[in-house]
């Protein structure tokens, strides 16, 4: 059904009835209007999941468990650089989300998300892309005023990450606030 509402919108669209959904950037305001956020309506929506226990000790995958992980986009990611032309400047970047839904430090949960961003910095640094990861817990997404819910970051935090990107294609350097890490940085200007 969603498929059918979406070639409906954009045969609207093509006939003039309906305004564009997304820009010629690809971007997509989807976000309602800031004046209506609610600060305790997304409180409700990004809370809504508890965050769980702390591991103790940490859980750490050995080789054999990490070799056994499969994150299958990364094949056509690797197709994707690979089609990418020697002089673009490529920035992979893992988007920032709420620390209530980012994975317990310790947990298997955490183990499979640090196998996985291991991954992308491997093959992005193999292609010499830059590989960035806004998530993390920071001070950005630990506060819930930055998120219309867990996964949905307001349009102030939007432009924080269009600079911040600005910033890392000219130092590669981790944010001083620790709101990203830069996890690989091969091409030097």
């Known amino acids: 059904m969603r498929s059918v509402e979406i070639a409906g919108r954009v045969a609207l669209n093509r006939l003039r009835l309906m305004r564009e959904q997304t820009r010629s ?101 193999r292609h010499g892309a830059t590989v960035v990861d806004f998530r993390i817990p920071s001070p950005v997404t630990s506060e819930d005023s930055n998120y219309w819910d867990a996964l949905h970051y307001r349009q102030g935090i939007a432009a924080r990450i269009v600079e911040a990107l600005r910033t890392v294609q000219t130092t590669r350097r981790d944010a001083p606030d620790g709101f990203f890490k830069v996890l690989a940085a091969l091409k030097d200007e």
Not at 63 to 85: C, D, G, I
Request: proline share 13%; with cysteine.
């Open 25 to 125: 950037d690809g971007y997509r305001l989807f976000t309602p209007p800031e004046p209506f956020y609610d600060l305790e309506r997304a409180r409700q929506h990004i809370w809504r999941m508890p965050l769980g226990q702390a591991v103790d000790p940490p859980i750490r995958l050995s080789e054999a468990e990490q070799a056994a992980l499969r994150f299958p986009a990364l094949a056509w990611l690797n197709s994707l650089l690979q089609s990418v032309p020697p002089s673009a400047e490529v920035i992979l970047a893992f988007m920032p989300v709420h620390v209530a839904v980012q994975p317990i430090p310790g947990s298997p949960a955490a183990a499979r998300d640090d196998a996985c961003k291991a991954r992308v910095t491997k093959l992005g640094a």
